[in-house]
């Protein structure tokens, strides 16, 4: 009996009914794709085309082949009770990285289940063998204060503040990337781990093996993507709140900051600055004047960034011509409003490439020929109310199957417009991304969290795993979006903690929905969104105007730092903001430890982020000697130190012989 077959490259099995290819995909990976009826769908939902190796292909016997590539070894073996085909992959010395799991003889167990749906699509579920001791990093972002997930069951979906990019790295020696768009689940249990499809067509991942953590991130990199270069703008101080809602009150902010001397590089204006969701447009009672509002603020500097959100309201201006000419999401049944906010409003299909034409044309007339270059695309999920995906359908296929792809193909529309117009360094701030969302020059933030403590330390958390799934620029509301009132004396401390933890981030930006808020109504007498509390960095007394301003210049001294990360990021896909173990791999300590990390490679940050906590403990990686940027005193690495945290600073650590300009001034 012949179950195996070399051709074009691949390595093909056939067994009851199932097919399954092996491809080289980069070096040192391997490609696994499988489907029923001996026909697997073509096609990469995320994969690049990648550059083309040659594989070492051997055809053991009836029973057994292997695929080499580089690092990596796929030894497949095909079972005696019932032939089912097991795969496991190992490295270069033979150690096991990751196994399929057997069929476990009279269990007849499946590593790759398919459960038929009706219209011709299956319910999947593929299974490994879990060692229990495995630590496991990535998957997007998700509201927790957990750092290694192994044992953790996590939702293969995006909502507000939950990026979903099945991407892990393993400290066995491998990547892992579920190909998959599907809404689904993965369990990293402590027996096994199951990634779970509600619908899809075939079963679809791509392993990769290295002997570092960084080489690993760059072989992901480069089969799915790399960020443009970070424009210049990108590198300083980002002034925003929940909302400026004219255009005096942001010229008014702007002037004020250039008459403080205080450098700011982007104002973003907010949501609702349009008519009706869907008008993507200035709302001339609020801004008469866009073009002379743009052009004045580039004239102190300052680059205007302005919301965009992809609903379309019911009474918008192009709701009916989208309707007919089928630009929008599909509701399955029922009534057709899809998140009811301000109005009955529907998502665009930005899965659609027709869609991405119209919209974006609509931008360019209303915002880019005011001088506008940057987008803040909010609502990337896209927030269905209730997320009930299975409702809904896009141009490229149900939600159910594919929904995980809207937030990439939303900033697609927003770079692929931009490209046509000549422009290179491109970056658009996203609520929510997939893989390969980075190469579309998406710079992520986590989406309306609270402002505590809890949420603080989440967001050290969800930026690590964020840089370890492949997206290097992401970025949080400075201070947190909700719940934050100007007056609380506890809330200025956490605010004053977390701009110093911004200072150090991909991008700094500070955000909120500050309290008391104001309601806005226009001359109609219709109640519009409301504004919120002043959010800038003179609006909370004194003490935290002089901190916060000296944490914005301390930005500015990195630019020459930051820009170098940037490089790295577009180059190589490196993140900028990093788990210790990126930079330390040998150590094991550094993989349980995520209230520090690496900004870049000389860099270590310590955020102090305990309610009224005045010192902290920090561990210094084994390696290196390291020196307080504060005092200029040296530490031996290797050990865990307490460190006082005045409210006016944050534990950061230099390299010795590196970055030493910051001395004295953290």
Same mark, same amino acid.
């Given at each position: 009996?012949?179950?195996?077959?070399?051709?074009?490259?691949?390595?093909?099995?056939?067994?009851?009914?199932?097919?399954?290819?092996?491809?080289?995909?980069?070096?040192?990976?391997?490609?696994?794709?499988?489907?029923?009826?001996?026909?697997?769908?073509?096609?990469?939902?995320?994969?690049?085309?990648?550059?083309?190796?040659?594989?070492?292909?051997?055809?053991?016997?009836?029973?057994?082949?292997?695929?080499?590539?580089?690092?990596?070894?796929?030894?497949?073996? &095909?079972?005696?009770?019932?032939?089912?085909?097991?795969?496991?992959?190992?490295?270069?010395?033979?150690?096991?990285?990751?196994?399929?799991?057997?069929?476990?003889?009279?269990?007849?167990?499946?590593?790759?289940?398919?459960?038929?749906?009706?219209?011709?699509?299956?319910?999947? %579920?593929?299974?490994?063998?879990?060692?229990?001791?495995?630590? @496991?990093?990535?998957?997007?972002?998700?509201?927790?204060?957990?750092?290694?997930?192994?044992?953790?069951?996590?939702?293969?979906?995006?909502?507000?503040?939950?990026?979903?990019?099945?991407?892990?790295?393993?400290?066995?020696?491998?990547?892992?990337?579920?190909?998959?768009?599907?809404?689904?689940?993965?369990?990293?249990?402590?027996?096994?781990?199951?990634?779970?499809?509600?619908?899809?067509?075939?079963?679809?991942?791509? @392993?990769?093996?290295?002997?570092?953590?960084?080489?690993?991130?760059?072989?992901?990199?480069?089969?799915?993507?790399?960020?443009?270069?970070?424009?210049? =703008?990108?590198?300083?101080?980002?002034?925003?709140?929940?909302?400026?809602?004219?255009?005096?009150?942001?010229?008014?902010?702007?002037?004020?900051?250039?008459?403080?001397?205080?450098?700011? *590089?982007?104002?973003?204006?907010?949501?609702?600055?349009?008519?009706?969701?869907?008008?993507?447009?200035?709302?001339?009672?609020?801004?008469? *004047?866009?073009?002379?509002?743009?052009?004045?603020?580039?004239?102190?500097?300052?680059?205007?960034?302005?919301?965009?959100?992809?609903?379309?309201?019911?009474?918008?201006?192009?709701?009916?011509?989208?309707?007919?000419?089928?630009?929008?999401?599909?509701?399955?049944?029922?009534?057709?409003?899809?998140?009811?906010?301000?109005?009955?409003?529907?998502?665009?299909?930005?899965?659609?490439?027709?869609?991405?034409?119209? &919209?974006?044309?609509?931008?360019?007339?209303?915002?880019?020929?005011?001088?506008?270059?940057?987008?803040?695309?909010?609502?990337?999920?896209?927030?269905?109310?209730?997320?009930?995906?299975?409702?809904?359908?896009?141009?490229?296929?149900? &939600?159910?199957?594919?929904?995980?792809? =809207?937030?990439?193909?939303?900033?697609?529309?927003?770079?692929?417009?931009?490209?046509?117009?000549?422009?290179?360094?491109?970056?658009?701030?996203?609520?929510?991304?997939?893989?390969?969302?980075?190469?579309?020059?998406?710079?992520?933030?986590?989406?309306?969290?609270? $402002? $505590? =403590?809890?949420?603080?330390?989440?967001?050290?958390?969800?930026?690590?795993?964020?840089?370890?799934?492949?997206?290097?620029?992401?970025?949080?509301?400075?201070?947190?979006?909700?719940?934050?009132?100007?007056?609380?004396?506890?809330?200025?401390?956490?605010?004053?903690?977390?701009?110093?933890?911004?200072?150090?981030?991909?991008?700094?930006?500070?955000?909120?929905?500050?309290?008391?808020?104001?309601?806005?109504?226009?001359?109609?007498?219709?109640?519009?969104?409301?504004?919120?509390?002043?959010?800038?960095?003179?609006?909370?007394?004194?003490?935290?105007?002089? @901190?916060?301003?000296?944490?914005?210049?301390?930005?500015?001294?990195?630019?020459?730092?930051?820009?170098?990360?940037?490089?790295?990021?577009?180059? %190589?896909?490196?993140?900028?903001?990093?788990?210790?173990?990126?930079?330390?791999?040998?150590?094991?300590?550094?993989?349980?430890?995520?209230?520090?990390?690496?900004?870049?490679?000389?860099?270590?940050?310590?955020?102090?982020?305990?309610?009224?906590?005045?010192?902290?403990?920090?561990?210094?990686?084994?390696?290196?000697?390291?020196?307080?940027?504060?005092?200029?005193?040296?530490?031996?690495?290797? %050990?865990?130190?307490?460190?006082?945290?005045?409210?006016?600073?944050?534990?950061?650590?230099?390299?010795?012989?590196?970055?030493?300009?910051?001395?004295?001034?953290?």
């Amino acid at each position: 009996m012949n179950f195996f077959e070399r051709k074009d490259n691949c390595l093909y099995f056939r067994g009851e009914g199932e097919l399954v290819r092996l491809s080289p995909w980069g070096q040192n990976a391997i490609r696994v794709e499988s489907a029923l009826m001996d026909q697997i769908p073509a096609g990469e939902i995320a994969l690049l085309k990648a550059e083309s190796v040659q594989p070492e292909i051997s055809l053991l016997d009836e029973r057994h082949a292997q695929m080499r590539n580089g690092k990596i070894t796929a030894n497949l073996f &095909v079972q005696p009770w019932g032939n089912g085909l097991q795969i496991t992959f190992t490295d270069r010395a033979g150690k096991v990285l990751l196994q399929e799991i057997s069929d476990g003889g009279a269990l007849t167990r499946k590593a790759r289940s398919f459960q038929h749906l009706s219209g011709g699509n299956y319910r999947l %579920k593929a299974t490994f063998a879990a060692d229990p001791n495995e630590k @496991i990093f990535g998957m997007g972002q998700y509201q927790q204060e957990i750092f290694n997930l192994k044992g953790c069951n996590l939702e293969l979906a995006h909502r507000n503040s939950q990026a979903s990019i099945p991407f892990y790295l393993s400290d066995l020696g491998y990547g892992f990337l579920w190909h998959n768009a599907a809404i689904g689940e993965v369990h990293f249990g402590l027996n096994t781990t199951e990634w779970v499809a509600q619908s899809t067509k075939k079963l679809d991942y791509w @392993i990769t093996a290295g002997d570092s953590p960084s080489e690993i991130e760059e072989r992901f990199a480069a089969v799915t993507g790399k960020v443009p270069m970070m424009p210049e =703008y990108g590198l300083g101080f980002w002034q925003c709140k929940l909302r400026y809602y004219e255009q005096e009150q942001v010229l008014s902010v702007a002037r004020e900051y250039k008459k403080r001397g205080i450098p700011v *590089d982007v104002i973003v204006i907010d949501y609702y600055h349009w008519p009706r969701c869907g008008d993507w447009r200035f709302d001339t009672e609020y801004f008469p *004047d866009p073009k002379a509002m743009v052009s004045e603020l580039k004239e102190m500097g300052i680059q205007t960034m302005v919301s965009f959100w992809p609903q379309v309201d019911w009474r918008s201006e192009n709701f009916e011509e989208m309707k007919q000419q089928g630009l929008l999401v599909k509701s399955h049944a029922g009534v057709d409003a899809q998140m009811v906010f301000h109005g009955n409003n529907v998502f665009l299909d930005a899965t659609n490439p027709r869609t991405r034409e119209y &919209v974006w044309e609509k931008c360019r007339q209303n915002y880019v020929d005011c001088g506008i270059d940057l987008f803040w695309l909010d609502e990337a999920e896209p927030e269905f109310t209730g997320y009930a995906y299975e409702m809904y359908r896009l141009y490229a296929g149900d &939600v159910s199957e594919v929904g995980n792809i =809207y937030p990439r193909e939303y900033s697609r529309m927003f770079y692929e417009g931009q490209r046509r117009l000549g422009r290179e360094e491109i970056v658009n701030l996203v609520r929510c991304a997939w893989v390969g969302s980075q190469r579309y020059g998406a710079l992520v933030w986590s989406g309306d969290i609270w $402002s $505590s =403590y809890e949420d603080f330390r989440k967001q050290i958390c969800a930026g690590l795993h964020m840089g370890i799934s492949g997206i290097p620029w992401w970025t949080t509301d400075i201070g947190g979006f909700h719940g934050g009132n100007i007056h609380d004396e506890n809330f200025k401390e956490l605010l004053v903690r977390w701009f110093a933890f911004g200072t150090f981030l991909p991008v700094m930006r500070l955000h909120g929905f500050r309290q008391p808020s104001e309601r806005i109504f226009n001359r109609a007498g219709e109640e519009r969104e409301n504004t919120g509390a002043d959010n800038e960095v003179w609006s909370y007394g004194q003490e935290a105007y002089e @901190i916060m301003k000296k944490f914005i210049f301390i930005r500015e001294s990195l630019r020459d730092y930051t820009r170098s990360l940037m490089r790295e990021a577009h180059e %190589k896909g490196t993140p900028v903001m990093r788990a210790l173990f990126y930079e330390f791999p040998e150590e094991k300590a550094c993989y349980n430890i995520w209230d520090e990390f690496m900004f870049g490679g000389d860099i270590l940050v310590a955020p102090v982020c305990h309610e009224h906590a005045f010192s902290r403990e920090v561990y210094l990686p084994q390696g290196a000697l390291w020196v307080h940027a504060g005092t200029g005193e040296r530490y031996e690495g290797g %050990k865990s130190y307490l460190i006082a945290a005045p409210i006016d600073t944050i534990p950061v650590f230099l390299r010795e012989g590196r970055q030493a300009y910051l001395i004295g001034k953290i």
